[in-house]
C-alpha cells in the first residue's frame, strides 16, 4: 500500500494596531497527515515603525529645495564656511607629505585631531579677539563640544586633542561621523568640485588638478610644522593655540592666494569653469548686488529681506531692482522660488490651523471629510471667511482683491502677501488659541488670493525650469496645479468650499499619501495625524515654516573670502567683492 504525502500550506496574517503602535503577527501552519488536521500556531510582536519627527508633512517645500538647488550647487545648508573647501585638501595634503598615505584607524584618529584642532583654533581666536564671535567661530566642527573646551583654557593650560577625537573612549566625543565635518557635511561637495576623491571605506585623497593647488595655497600663509606636531603629540597649550591663529577662518582673506583661488571656485572662474555651476556665480552676484543696493540705503541683506525683494523685484520703499540683463534669468528663477515658498507657507498654514483646532476640540472622526466639514464650521473659521463673504466664489474673492491687496512692489505693506505669509510662520509658532488660528486662516487664504491675482494660468508657471517626467506626480502641491485649480474647479467654488477642499485635498489626505510614503520607503513613521481605533488622531501639529534657500551659507561664505567687508554701518563690498561684482558672466 503506498503512502499519501500531503502539501504543507502556510498562511500569515498581520493585524496593525495604531492604537498600541505595535504589530502582531500570527503564521498559522497546516499541515494534512493522513487525513488529520493539525495546526501550529506561532505569535511574535513586530517591533512598531520609528517615530520621528519628519519634514515637508505635505510635499510642499521639495520643489522650492529642488529649485534653490540647482540655483546654488556647490553649496549646501550645512557647508557653511568657505575656509573648510582649502582646509579639508590642505589636511590630506599636509598628511601625504608627512608619510600619512594609507587610510587606515591610525589616519583617521590623526585626522579627526586636526579637526578637533582646527575647531579649537577659532573658538580660542573669537575669545582673544573680541567682536562678533561669529567671524571666526560660527558653525565650526565640533563646536558644541569644544567652545566651551576653548574659552575654558586658561593661559598655562593645555588640551588632550584625543580627549574630544577618539571614536570610542573620548571624555566626550566632539563628532560622530567617522570623518568628522568632512565625513558629514563637506566630502559630498568637495568631490562635486574635484577637489577630493574617495570616501570613509576606501580612503580620501585630494586631487592632483584642484585639490593640490587649493592646498598649496592655504599652506603658504599658515604654520604647518606647529599644526602637525599638536596633531601627533596629542596635545595642544594656550599658547600654540593663540600661534596657530592663522587657521581661523577669519584669516582666509588675508592670504591672497587662497582668496584668489576660493574666488576662483565661488564665482565659477578659469580652472573652475563649469557651465552646470554658472547658476552659482550669477546667484552670488545677484547677492552682492542686492548687499550693494541696500548699504547705499541703510539697510542689511537678511533672508527675509531676500525672499521679499527677489519676489517683488523691488527694493524696500518700492524702489524697482535693476539687476544686469546677464542676472535676469536667474533673477527670475529664484522669484519663482519666492513665489513656490508663499503657496507652500499658506497651505501649511491652513494644515497647522485644521489640526490645532482638531486637537483642541478632543474630537475623534474617522474620516478625512467629516473633519473638514467640521472645521469650516468652527466659529473663528466662519469670522475668517466673513472677511471675504463665505458665499462669494473664489474668481469674484480674487476680482474683489483689488481693495486691499497692495502692489507688489509695495511688499512692506501689512496686507502683502510677504507680511501675510510672515505673520502666519510667526503665529504657528506661537500660543495655541482659536484667535491664532482665525488670523492663520484669513492670511493663508489671502495669500492664495494674492497668488491667484498675479497668476497668469496661461504661463508656464516654472519657466524654463524643467523637471523630471511625473516630477509632480510625488509633489502635487505647485505652481502649475495651483494655477490649473485657480482657473479651472476653484473659480466656480465658494471661499468656504475652497478651504474645505484645500483642507481634505491639500490638507489631510496628501498627508496621509506622504507620511505611508516615507513609512513604506524609510520604515519611519512621520505622522501628524493618523487613523486609530478611535478615530482620527492628532500626534504633533507641525508649525508653517520656511525653508533655508542656502542664503546664510551664501552669505557667509562671501564674508569668509572677503567679497564682504565689515565697516561701523555693517557688511558692505570688499573691493575683492566688488571686482568679482564687475566680471563679466563667464559663459
Known amino acids: 500500500m503506498s503512502e499519501t504525502v500531503y502539501p504543507r500550506a502556510e498562511k500569515t496574517i498581520s493585524i496593525v494596531s495604531w492604537q498600541k503602535a505595535a504589530q502582531v503577527a500570527y503564521s498559522i501552519n497546516y499541515e494534512n497527515l493522513r487525513g488529520q488536521l493539525f495546526v ?20 510642499v517645500q521639495a520643489t522650492c529645495i529642488n529649485i534653490y538647488g540647482r540655483l546654488l550647487p556647490g553649496i549646501t545648508n550645512v557647508t557653511d564656511r568657505a575656509r573648510y573647501y582649502s582646509f579639508y585638501p590642505w589636511l590630506i595634503w599636509a598628511f601625504d607629505k608627512a608619510g600619512y598615505q594609507e587610510f587606515n584607524d591610525d589616519f583617521v584618529e590623526r585626522f579627526r585631531r586636526a579637526d578637533c584642532l582646527f575647531c579649537l583654533i577659532s573658538q580660542r581666536h573669537a575669545a582673544m579677539s573680541g567682536g562678533d564671535a561669529d567671524d571666526h567661530a560660527a558653525a565650526m566642527v565640533g563646536s558644541d563640544t569644544l567652545a566651551d573646551v576653548a574659552r575654558a583654557l586658561g593661559a598655562d593650560g593645555a588640551i588632550r586633542l584625543s580627549d574630544f577625537s577618539l571614536r570610542e573612549g573620548a571624555k566626550k566625543r566632539y563628532f560622530a561621523n567617522k570623518l568628522g565635518g568632512l565625513g558629514q557635511y563637506y566630502l559630498g561637495v568637495l568631490r562635486e568640485l574635484s577637489i577630493i576623491d574617495g570616501d570613509a571605506t576606501a580612503g580620501i585623497r585630494y586631487t592632483r588638478q584642484l585639490g593640490s593647488v587649493i592646498a598649496e595655497q592655504m599652506d603658504s600663509s599658515v604654520n604647518r610644522a606647529l599644526f602637525m606636531e599638536a596633531v601627533e603629540t596629542d596635545r595642544v597649550t594656550a599658547a600654540k593655540l593663540d600661534a596657530l591663529h592663522g587657521f581661523c577662518p577669519c584669516q582666509l582673506c588675508n592670504n591672497p592666494g587662497e582668496q584668489k583661488i576660493l574666488g576662483e571656485l565661488f564665482f565659477v572662474r578659469d580652472r573652475f569653469h563649469d557651465t552646470e555651476a554658472l547658476p552659482r556665480q550669477r546667484s552670488l552676484k545677484i547677492v552682492l548686488q542686492l548687499v550693494d543696493l541696500l548699504y547705499a540705503n541703510g539697510e542689511q541683506l537678511s533672508e527675509p529681506l531676500f525672499r521679499a525683494c527677489i519676489y517683488s523685484g523691488s527694493l524696500p520703499g518700492g524702489t524697482p531692482w535693476a539687476v544686469p540683463s546677464a542676472l ?38 474617522d474620516a478625512s471629510t467629516d473633519i473638514a466639514n467640521w472645521f469650516t464650521e468652527q466659529p473663528e473659521v466662519l469670522e475668517a471667511l466673513d472677511e471675504f463673504g463665505q458665499q462669494r466664489t473664489f474668481s469674484e474673492c480674487v476680482a474683489g482683491s483689488r481693495s486691499w491687496l497692495p502692489a507688489l512692489a509695495d511688499w512692506s505693506e501689512k496686507m502683502h502677501e510677504v507680511q501675510l505669509t510672515e505673520r502666519i510662520a510667526a503665529l504657528s509658532r506661537g500660543i495655541k488659541s482659536a484667535e491664532n ?90 505622522f501628524r495625524i493618523r487613523p486609530s481605533d478611535r478615530g482620527m488622531e492628532v500626534i504633533a501639529i507641525p508649525p508653517a515654516v520656511h525653508t533655508r534657500p542656502r542664503f546664510n551659507q551664501a552669505l557667509r561664505v562671501l564674508k569668509d573670502i572677503g567679497a564682504l567687508e565689515k565697516t561701523p554701518l555693517g557688511w558692505q563690498l570688499s573691493p575683492f567683492g566688488r571686482a568679482q561684482l564687475e566680471l563679466a558672466d563667464a559663459e
Open 40 to 59: 501550529e500556531v506561532e505569535t511574535a510582536w513586530v517591533k512598531p515603525p520609528l517615530q520621528v519627527g519628519g519634514l515637508d508633512h505635505l510635499a
Open 328 to 365: 535676469a534669468n536667474t533673477r527670475e528663477k529664484w522669484a519663482i522660488y519666492a513665489r513656490n515658498e508663499l503657496l507652500s507657507i499658506a497651505v501649511q498654514g491652513l494644515f497647522y490651523a485644521l489640526l490645532d483646532a482638531y486637537e483642541a476640540s478632543g474630537l475623534r472622526m
Open 437 to 526: 488660528r482665525k488670523q492663520i486662516v484669513s492670511a493663508a487664504l489671502r495669500t492664495l488670493i494674492a497668488l491667484a491675482r498675479r497668476t497668469n494660468s496661461a504661463d508656464r508657471q516654472y519657466a524654463d525650469l524643467v523637471f523630471e517626467p511625473d516630477y509632480f506626480r510625488y509633489y502635487p502641491i505647485n505652481l502649475e496645479s495651483f494655477a490649473r485649480h485657480v482657473s479651472g474647479s476653484w473659480a466656480s467654488l465658494t471661499i468656504r468650499e475652497v478651504l474645505r477642499w484645500l483642507s481634505i485635498d491639500w490638507g489631510l489626505e496628501i498627508h496621509m499619501r506622504v507620511a505611508l510614503r516615507k513609512l513604506r520607503g524609510q520604515s519611519q513613521s512621520t
